[in-house]
């Protein structure tokens, strides 16, 4: 498990709180990787407590890159997808 008392006042305390497991995946953390505070609504001026959890470097990756991918498949998605009944196609 990590060392809370290896990272500041707030990632300790949430370690803490979360029993040293990942707040996305649920497994416990290990002492040799890194522990990220991930922001939950995403807003990174937003630091209260509510508002992080400490997750697995690999789980907080995951996270950003499939909240990237969602928005890039959604916009291709009304891209590649024309309504055809306004040219009265459909």
Do not use: F
Not at 54 to 65: A, G, K, L, P, Q
């Amino acid at each position: 498990m990590p060392n809370s008392a290896l990272y500041d006042g707030k990632t300790s305390k949430l370690l803490k709180k979360q029993n040293h497991t990942c707040g996305h995946c649920g497994h416990l953390l290990m002492g040799e990787e890194r522990v990220p505070l991930h922001h939950i609504d995403g807003n990174h001026s937003n630091w209260k407590d509510k508002n992080l959890m400490v997750v697995h470097e690999s789980c907080h990756d995951y996270i950003h890159h499939k909240s990237k991918t969602d928005c890039r498949e959604l916009g291709a998605v009304k891209v590649a997808r024309p309504d055809l009944t306004e040219r009265g196609e459909a």
